[in-house]
């Protein structure tokens, strides 16, 4: 690619007026890239906003020199259209969140546009000219690294997790300049958009980790896969799911659907109830951004403590028991006065 006649995409989200943390390092990582090629960096907004000003500043800080916004709310298809639109021009990189917005944007837009799709990189840089982008490969236990040219173009579609990058303000660098995003043709038959022709009510046990409200989690703390069938009769107490560390699915306490972490889901319940759970860095990613978190560990010093609301210092095994017995005993309690 030619100085200056590129450009680095990147889809940001916001919440409560604010970029986010995870889009604000997508912007830092897109400025660092940019930087040495003379690239520009374009963020794109699909949440209209009362106060665009605000986000344009917030954006220039972060590196962007242009901010997209829609006149009204897109959703990832109006998304994929709008940015599909301008075909002539070069796709350059588009960086996206591995959000569930993002990660459908990703895959419309690479599929469209024919261009890689990689997903929840941990490293992109520049190596003697070429992309090269790091993501996790065999179920986390390896990292593959692709490489893309650069030359005559760069075209490729990124997705960042949280946690692998990070965002730096730069204070004094002018605010992004505030475009409109257009709505484009989204009837197009490479774009059909689904129509829901029904809603059901999906039983907890059916639905996944990441979108249940509690997730009753046991760790190497739980000693045996014993400890696993009274953490589910607590989840469904709660109605909840079961969740696990690695090194509990590692040992088949319980089916891989259960981790969570880098190489797991990504929950934010409003409780997140950890029992015998260290707190690694690997597994505090998947869910410190749950509302709620209570840990269960033998250990004062445990890292979890350093995530959780509340820290019970104390043996999993037989607090677990004591709490099931205690929510039995109310809730016997309770259908005896109504009754
Ligand atoms: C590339 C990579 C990816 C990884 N991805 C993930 C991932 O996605 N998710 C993940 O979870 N890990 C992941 N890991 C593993 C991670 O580093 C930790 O090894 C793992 O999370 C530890 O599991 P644990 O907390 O169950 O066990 P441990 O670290 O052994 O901790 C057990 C805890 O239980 C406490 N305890 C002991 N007995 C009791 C008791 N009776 N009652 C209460 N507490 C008790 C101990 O004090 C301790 O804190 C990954 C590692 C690597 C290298």
Known sequence: ???????????????????????????????????????????????????????????????????????????????????????????????????????????????????????????????????????PALDGKASARTVIDAAPTLGAVVTVAEGAFSGVEIDGRPPARIEPLHRAETDAPWCPRPHVTGRALTPVDELGLDEVDVVVAGGMGLGGPEGFSLLRELAELLGGRVGASRMVTDRGWISTDALVGQTGATVAPSLYLACGISGAPQHVIGMRDSATVIAINTDAHAAIGQVADVLFVADARKLVPAMIELIERDRSNLAGTQA
């Open 1 to 135: 690619m030619n100085a200056g006649d590129g450009r680095i995409r990147v889809l940001i989200e916001t919440a409560g007026g604010a970029i986010t943390p995870l889009s604000a390092s997508l912007l830092h990582l897109a400025a660092d890239l940019a930087e040495s090629r003379d690239l520009a960096v374009h963020a794109v907004m699909y949440q209209a906003l009362s106060h665009p000003h605000d986000l344009a500043a917030a954006a220039g800080r972060y590196g962007a020199s242009v901010v997209a916004v829609p006149e009204t709310e897109m959703d990832a298809i109006d998304l994929t259209a709008a940015l599909v639109s301008d075909r002539d021009q070069d796709p350059g990189l588009l960086l996206t969140s591995a959000t569930a917005v993002g990660r459908e944007v990703a895959a419309r837009v690479g599929a469209r546009l024919d261009l890689p799709v990689l997903h929840a990189a941990t490293a992109v840089e520049w190596r003697d000219g070429r992309l090269v982008v790091s993501c």
